[in-house]
């Protein structure tokens, strides 16, 4: 489909949504006229203002409120002198692709790489053109894997792609806004029917009568009805476009190909879908983990720890089995994209171009000068202000006082049942004492429970309630244990951090563990693997 039909299609999909609206606001004006011909004019006056109400959703949504435009203020901003040879690249790369290069590249801190233009008259006239391309695929990709994601995303400037999306994404944000406007009014008249029943509940109570049950399943039904009318066009509009977008995307598939060569274009797919996995693994497990204890990484290894992490041996084979082993992905028909496995088949299908032996080639993070500060500068214009204002320490130190605080959060449900069960202190000591005087399954009652452990009695509520309370007890001995110096956390690149106990000392905790949950609790051997302060007074 060439450019002129695209553009009409996209033209015709956005005109049927305004076409929709102005049949709803027809039929309301039509409904209107009628009633105030056939019903009193107080009835008609009601009338009046219900199909006002359903009305303003699609006035103000779909006329009133533009879509979003890109700002350009997502990322680093860099610039061709003081980034000359990434700049280099990327304008041979839009040369290639046959395209005109981007008037900006923006650094970000996602495993993305995207292209986007602020064009005017609904994309019918070219506009500025903005790269936006993630620290993570500089750090784990090669420049010819590099040169691949170029190509795709250059092909879509050359495919006229991103001068159509403006067309496209007016009408999904029109068709989103329109469908969320009624689904925010509904939600509206059920808070307020709620606090309407709730109020009169409460005055029949204060009169020493038995209130009715809060009951809002009609409060906000046009609404809902109105909202399903457009979730219908949406599901429409969103399968037709979809379908559009993602044969764009197999031909900026074949742009990358042409470009980089068909191995390079197949690996680097590849190793995009490995590095996203890896660079989630390693926000959660490095990164972030200090944050409960208000503590960030040194400046510019909040992105830069990434690199630490794919360079150790262990970390390289796990990427080599996420990139040859790539996961069936559940298909949408909603998803601009085809499954990255059809994808990389596709390219891999095509016939050996010869330039496989020239794929492999230097990381993509070289052509990034002074690579240490460019992301701790990109750390201060995508971090929150929060996270920026947190202490910087290292990283065995934020990993062991991040997981400390994780621990000492994980504890408090076990925290919280003591205070309601025992009242007064909620330490390890507390708990222990009430395990010896036999109030231990008081305090485990008092913990979280499912529906259906609510339900459950006797030997199976205790059986419900053990796991639970083991896992408590066990968080609220290693926080006795770490803060008396006998245990930390210690960290790797290549196997994640662990609690530093002796086998020897970790199997006598779990026995001791199990002893104190046990139906008639023994808490002997979990106090001699504890500091004294935590014997018996007795000892």
């Avoid at 708990?431 to 609510?454: C, I, N, Q, T």
Wanted: aromatic letters at 6%.
């Amino acid at each position: 489909m060439g450019v002129f039909l695209r553009a009409l299609r996209a033209l015709f999909l956005l005109a049927g949504f305004y076409l929709l609206c102005l049949v709803v606001l027809g039929v309301f004006a039509g409904i209107a006229v009628a009633v105030h011909h056939w019903a009193p004019t107080l009835a008609a006056l009601k009338v009046d203002v219900i199909l006002l109400l359903l009305a303003l959703p699609v006035v103000r949504a779909s006329f009133f409120i533009r879509p979003p435009e890109d700002d350009g203020e997502d990322g680093l901003r860099l610039s061709k002198a003081a980034q000359p040879e990434l700049w280099a690249v990327v304008r041979q790369a839009a040369e290639e692709a046959g395209t005109r290069a981007p008037d900006e590249i923006r650094l970000t801190g996602s495993v993305n790489a995207a292209v986007a233009e602020n064009t005017r008259m609904l994309g019918l006239m070219p506009g500025r053109r903005r790269l936006h391309l993630g620290a993570p695929l500089l750090t784990g990709l090669t420049q010819a894997q590099l040169m691949a994601v170029l190509g795709h995303e250059f092909g879509h400037y050359s495919n006229a792609d991103t001068r159509l999306s403006a067309i496209t994404l007016r009408g999904r944000h029109a068709v989103t806004r329109t469908v969320s406007a009624y689904h925010e009014r509904a939600d509206q008249r059920v808070e307020k029917e709620r606090a309407r029943q709730e109020k009169k509940a409460g005055r029949a109570r204060a009169k020493g009568k038995k209130p009715k049950a809060v009951d809002t399943t009609g409060a906000g039904f046009g609404h809902r009805q109105m909202a399903k009318l457009f979730v219908a066009y949406a599901k429409f509009y969103l399968r037709a476009t979809q379908s559009v977008a993602r044969r764009q995307e197999l031909a900026a598939d074949r742009v990358a190909v042409r470009i980089a060569g068909r191995d390079a274009a197949a690996s680097a797919l590849r190793q995009t879908t490995a590095l996203d996995a890896a660079h989630g693994f390693y926000l959660r497990t490095y990164a972030t983990v200090g944050i409960p204890a208000g503590l960030m990484p040194p400046h510019g290894q909040f992105y830069g720890g990434l690199a630490r992490l794919l360079a150790e041996p262990e970390r390289q084979e796990e990427l080599a089995g996420l990139r040859t082993g790539l996961p069936e992905e559940e298909t949408s028909p909603y998803d601009a994209h085809p499954p990255t496995a059809e994808r990389i088949r596709l390219i891999e299908e095509l016939p050996d171009d010869g330039r496989g032996h020239l794929e492999p080639s230097g990381p993509a993070m070289a052509l990034l000068r002074e690579a240490g500060r460019v992301l701790g500068e990109l750390e201060d214009v995508t971090l929150t202000a929060e996270a920026l204002a947190m202490r910087r320490v290292d990283w065995p130190e934020l990993l062991h006082l991040g997981l400390r605080a994780g621990c000492d959060a994980d504890a408090e449900p076990l925290r919280e049942a003591m205070r309601q069960a025992l009242g007064g202190d909620a330490g390890l000591r507390t708990l222990l004492d009430a395990a010896d005087a036999g109030a231990l399954w008081r305090v485990a009652d008092a913990l979280p429970k499912s529906e259906e452990a609510g339900r459950a009695s006797g030997r199976a509520a205790r059986e419900f309630a053990r796991p639970g309370l083991r896992y408590g007890l066990s968080r609220l001995v290693i926080l006795e244990l770490v803060d008396a110096g006998l245990a930390r956390w210690e960290m790797s690149w290549s196997d994640g951090t662990r609690l530093d106990l002796s086998d020897d000392y970790g199997d006598r905790l779990s026995q001791a563990l199990e002893a104190a949950v046990a139906d008639t609790p023994d808490t002997r051997p979990l106090r001699e693997l504890l500091p004294r302060a935590l014997h018996p007074t007795t000892f």
